[in-house]
């Protein structure tokens, strides 16, 4: 299909689709009568022909799509309906915002990959397999600003690739090929050290988690291993085996440190004239996080257990929920008084300074347990969350200190009590060494 036979399908497409003023004209609209027909396909030559005929529709009226909205960007026809792209006039169209940023991506990028834009109009490639030709093209001109002829000859490499993947991956090696062969012009700044090329992505997936890939120059690289370095230790488990957790999970664990501490500073950049902070709104019924949405109970507690996670625990009409809220934060004196005796936190084999540490209520504040010395216990992250989560017990001993009951089955024997991290000596009870 050429250009003059695009244009002549998108008229009948939109003389096809469009509003019609009388019922009577509905004879005409051919396309709706064959998705309203009544035979059904069965036999496998025909089915693998409305198969193709289907795929390459879509690609097509993808090639629409793209063109049409980045049209609509150059006419300015989103901003004077007060949106910021041609994305979020797709979006307010119904389709999902990662679809519609591809499109429009693609659209803009249609002018200066001519060759490519060609054979979207053939209908032969998916709007997935272009939109990653043009980003490999952008990848290579970041790093090795690209001629007219490199340009085509590139997108010709690209395009005897079979998948988005592969396509990316490709372009990632000339890029390196180029880098390595071409001289630099006096003065560049090298590829590792470019911000310009720093990208971060952040996804929240089906399951509700999140997931990040972060792309960063040599430097901000090197703050990110140097933050990191300190927090990744290993922490023996309490018996002194090794740390179980994985290098991944650790690395996780202490990126998540980073963060909080981050957060627990007042010295950052505000939102809205406040400090940005994780906020759970606890209506009746679901727990809700102001990012990401629903968690479960037991997480919601953990996050109220310590007011320095959250800054506002608010009601589904955005009042603050607790009433008496004074009485609910460890006061910086009870905190005091809690890192003179647990020295960090207090879970067995852990010690992890008391800067990264949540105050936990023993008895839940809202099982009526109060915030007190004797009522509270430093715990890391980690070992926070292995309290709420994980079926350990914490009890405050006849000395003050605050003791631990493994996880175990009820119906069998009790394990034998362990001490807190600080409790090392100087105790008459009969489990401590
Ligand atoms: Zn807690
Ligand atoms: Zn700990």
């Known amino acids: 299909m050429d250009a003059t036979h695009l244009d002549m399908f998108v008229t009948a497409l939109i003389d096809d689709l469009a509003p019609v003023p009388t019922p009577d004209d509905d004879a005409d609209r051919t396309l709706f009568h064959l998705l309203d027909s009544p035979r059904r396909i ?53 389709m999902a915002p990662g679809a519609a940023q591809r499109l429009v991506r693609v659209g803009r990028a249609a002018h200066t990959l001519p060759a490519l ?42 395009m005897i690739q079979t998948t988005p993947a592969q396509v990316a991956e490709k372009a990632r090696a000339i890029a390196i090929d180029r880098a390595a062969t071409q001289p630099q012009e006096e003065g560049a700044v090298p590829v590792a050290e470019n911000t310009d090329l720093n990208d971060m992505t952040l996804v929240q997936t089906d399951d509700g988690r999140v997931a990040a890939a972060l792309d960063l120059d040599v430097l901000t690289g090197e703050e990110l291993f140097a933050a990191l370095d300190p927090l990744c230790r290993p922490v023996p488990l309490p018996d002194g085996s090794p740390d179980p957790r994985p290098t991944g999970r650790r690395r996780a664990d202490a990126f998540g440190q980073v963060l909080r501490t981050y957060l627990s500073d007042q010295q950052r950049p505000t939102s809205g004239g406040v400090l940005p902070h994780v906020t759970l709104v606890r209506p009746a019924g679901i727990d809700t996080l102001g990012f990401t949405g629903p968690v ?27 009433v008496g809220r004074a009485e609910r934060l460890f006061t910086p004196i009870i905190r005091k008084g809690l890192a003179v005796r647990d020295c960090g936190c207090a879970f067995p084999g852990c010690g992890r300074p008391v800067s990264w540490c949540d105050a936990h209520h023993i008895r839940p504040w809202s099982e009526g347990g109060v915030t007190s010395l004797d009522n509270g216990v430093l715990f890391c992250r980690c070992h926070h969350t292995l309290i709420h989560h994980g079926g350990w017990q914490v009890y405050l001993g006849p000395d003050r200190h605050p003791w631990f009951i493994p996880p175990h089955d009820p119906a069998g024997p009790e394990p034998a009590h362990l001490r807190s991290h600080a409790r090392r000596t100087l105790t008459n009870l009969p489990t401590a060494a």
Do not use: W, Y
């Not at 496998?44 to 793209?66: C, G």
């Not at 479960?296 to 800054?311: G, M, N, P, R, Y």
């Open 296 to 322: 479960s109970s037991v997480t919601a507690d953990l996050i109220s257990c310590d007011s320095t996670l959250t800054s506002v625990i608010v009601d589904h009409s955005g009042a603050p929920l607790d």
């Open 42 to 94: 069965v036999d496998e030559p025909p089915l693998l022909v409305v198969l193709v005929a289907a795929v390459t529709a879509r690609n097509l009226l993808d090639h629409v799509i793209a063109s049409a909205a980045s049209a609509a960007e150059r006419l300015g026809i989103p901003a004077r309906r007060h949106l910021r792209s041609g994305a979020d006039l797709l979006t307010m169209l119904g």
């Open 117 to 158: 834009t060609q054979q979207q109009r053939l209908g032969g490639i998916g709007i997935e397999f272009v939109d990653a030709v043009g980003r490999g093209i952008t990848h290579i001109d970041n790093r090795t600003p690209l001629s007219e002829e490199d340009r085509a000859s590139i997108v010709t490499k690209l």
